[in-house]
């Protein structure tokens, strides 16, 4: 009974492995924007452990769909930051998709050298680069 390990979850909650070696930001931004739960599960056929994601069904659906629009933003972030810190100017992120704003202006407290960016209501005036996400487009001006 020493290695007894069972958590008891509820009835109608699932679970779904997700990649290893994701961050740790990105799966606590996971946990707090898709209502999920986090775990890792150890597969005794196999003698390997491996990270899934425990929810409802609904939320489950919704986790897959913003795990990549997470991770890709936040890469695309530290990019931008990184370069509008080499340039010394501060970059303005727009973006029409309340759903993007929203994790864009979540993301931005994550990452390193976020004084050089800033997530703004308005289109940016001047010159801008369209950057894609998925399906989604963000416009960086300065």
Do not use: H, W
């Not at 799966?27 to 739960?37: P, S």
């Not at 340039?87 to 303005?92: M, N, T, W």
């Not at 680069?129 to 416009?139: A, H, P, Q, R």
């Amino acid at each position: 009974m020493e290695n007894f390990n069972f958590k008891c979850y509820d009835i109608d909650e699932k679970e779904i492995p997700i990649p290893p070696g994701l961050p740790q930001s990105i799966i606590a931004r996971l946990i707090e924007i898709c209502n999920v739960k986090f775990d890792i599960r150890e597969d005794e056929i196999y003698n390997v452990k491996y990270p899934v994601l425990i929810g409802k069904e609904e939320d489950l659906k919704e986790a897959k769909k913003y795990l990549e629009l997470i991770t890709e933003a936040k890469l695309t972030l530290r990019d931008i930051a990184r370069l509008a810190r080499r340039f010394k100017v501060k970059a303005k992120i727009y973006t029409d998709d309340e759903d993007l704003r929203y994790i864009l202006d979540v993301l931005s407290n994550d990452i390193a050298n976020k004084d050089y960016i800033e997530i703004v209501e308005e289109m940016p005036e001047g010159d801008k680069e369209v950057i894609e996400i998925g399906d989604k487009k963000i416009y960086v001006g300065i």
